[in-house]
């Protein structure tokens, strides 16, 4: 089934592709959640309308024409010189938001929708988007020859094929004149150099995380702020560039994200340097629990000793009494030991062997070897219940006793033939074992106990 030229029909009866409202599924990246979807009237508030390119680039233009444009069309929109194709990602009041973040403050900035786009159109843009691959390729060669600093990491053709927009990373400045030149006359076309960072990079390419996830910058992140260590510090993290970097190499992006929330719990705590005097002794800030509140003070400077969690109000209390020539019998309130709460383990009173699958006995398959019983035993047989229950089925071998059929087997009166040799010839001498049976017990008769007694 082709599900690629498949046409869903919305609710509003349109036919133009697998689109929704706002509220539809989130497959792109930088994709913004349109909470305003359904409130009536919120298409008609603006004219303006976000469309997304290739990766993380997004422009916003005018719906000048009034078209019902709903979030997932395939637009035609003004591009300098020509024109581009892109994707509605967002209408709606939501936009004008989305400018601001962007810092759109010229309207200049913000140009026309020419229509939906046309199968000529998308015919022309998948024509020119599958020479982005070996463009790049020949450019950084290029690159190379020209003894440039830089790295190209993306190339991104315009829908009509007239313009191609390369994306570099360089540390130091560079002077990339000549490439423009060796470029346009190589493919022919208008070149627009564009520099970016080791994170925009990151989220054109987009990857998984530590944590899982599709990396921030790939899939919501649009404005990237510096990260520093001292990030980390206040969260009280430790300082392993393994674990503090993220796929761009740099400081992750989350680091910023509850630091907030950190300095501003810090603000509560008593100052560092602060000695706690008791009867005691002497105890100094060993460990902080910024967001539970809690304080571990140890009775030696450097090394845990005696160590004691206290409650940032008990810590100030202390330190108040202190001033005041004060000293608490211990750190913990009227001297008594406050129950630490253990961790439950749900496994501690778990059997571990309720996992296993019970072992089904064997059922020990006796062979009747002739009717015995153990005195005592008051189980009948099933020969005697048979018997007794009026079963009439005629047992094999009936009315012939063991003996005599083993003795016929040895001598060789099998009742099917003559032809047949008895089975102690058969055999093979192994060791010492005896031959004919002329050690062994006669007519396969076992020895039996003291208790025992042949019928």
């Excluded at 190379?144 to 191609?164: H, P, S």
């Excluded at 076309?189 to 989220?203: C, D, H, N, P």
């Excluded at 008593?270 to 060993?286: E, I, R, S, W």
């Excluded at 009742?415 to 007519?443: E, H, I, L, S, V």
Aim: charged residues 30%; aromatic residues 6%; proline residues 4%.
């Amino acid at each position: 089934m082709d599900y690629k030229n498949m046409k869903f029909r919305m609710w509003n009866g349109c036919d133009r592709g697998l689109c929704a409202k706002g509220v539809g599924r989130q497959d792109r990246q930088l994709n913004t959640y349109d909470w305003l979807a359904d409130v009536p009237g919120n298409a008609e508030s603006t004219d303006l309308v976000e469309v997304q390119f290739k990766n993380t680039r997004k422009g916003y233009y005018h719906n000048v024409n009034n078209l019902d444009l709903k979030k997932g069309d395939i637009v035609a929109v003004e591009a300098n010189p020509g024109h581009d194709i892109g994707v509605v990602t967002l209408t709606g009041r939501l936009v004008k938001l989305q400018i601001k973040k962007a810092n759109l403050k010229s309207q200049d900035d913000i140009k026309r929708i020419y229509r939906i786009a046309k199968q000529v159109d998308l015919d022309k843009c998948k024509e020119a988007k599958s020479r982005e691959h070996g463009t790049m390729i020949q450019s950084r060669q290029i690159a190379k020859d020209l003894g440039l600093k830089m790295k190209i990491g993306d190339v991104e053709y315009q829908g009509d094929g007239n313009k191609a927009i390369f994306y570099y990373i360089a540390d130091e400045r560079v002077d990339f004149r000549q490439l423009i030149k060796v470029l346009a006359d190589t493919f022919h076309v208008r070149i627009e150099m564009k520099q970016i960072g080791a994170r925009q990079e990151a989220g054109r390419i987009g990857g998984t995380g530590p944590c899982g996830r599709e990396l921030c910058c790939a899939t919501w992140m649009k404005n990237f702020i510096s990260v520093s260590t001292n990030a980390a510090r206040y969260q009280d993290i430790s300082l392993n560039p393994q674990k503090l970097a993220g796929m761009c190499a740099k400081l992750k992006c989350c680091l910023n994200y509850e630091v907030d929330s950190y300095v501003e719990a810090s603000r509560k705590l008593p100052p560092k340097d602060a000695v706690l005097q008791t009867a005691d002794g002497d105890f100094h800030q060993f460990k902080v629990d910024i967001l539970a509140g809690l304080i571990t003070y140890s009775s030696d400077k450097n090394l845990a000793s005696n160590l004691e969690t206290i409650s940032i109000e008990r810590a100030k209390a202390i330190i108040e009494m202190n001033r005041q020539g004060e000293k608490p019998l211990s750190l913990l309130e009227d001297g008594k030991a406050k129950p630490v709460a253990k961790p439950v383990d749900l496994l501690a009173e778990a059997d571990l062997s309720r996992f296993d699958k019970a072992k089904k006995k064997k059922k020990k398959n006796n062979k009747n070897k002739g009717p015995r019983q153990q005195e005592g035993d008051n189980k009948p047989q099933k020969n005697e219940n048979r018997a007794q229950n009026g079963d009439n089925k005629p047992q094999k071998n009936e009315g012939k006793p063991n003996n005599q059929r083993r003795d016929n087997r040895n001598q060789g009166n099998h009742p099917k033939g003559d032809n047949r040799q008895p089975r102690n010839d058969r055999r093979p001498n192994k060791g010492n074992k005896p031959q004919n049976g002329n050690n062994a017990p006669q007519n396969g008769n076992k020895p039996q106990g003291n208790n025992a007694s042949q019928e």
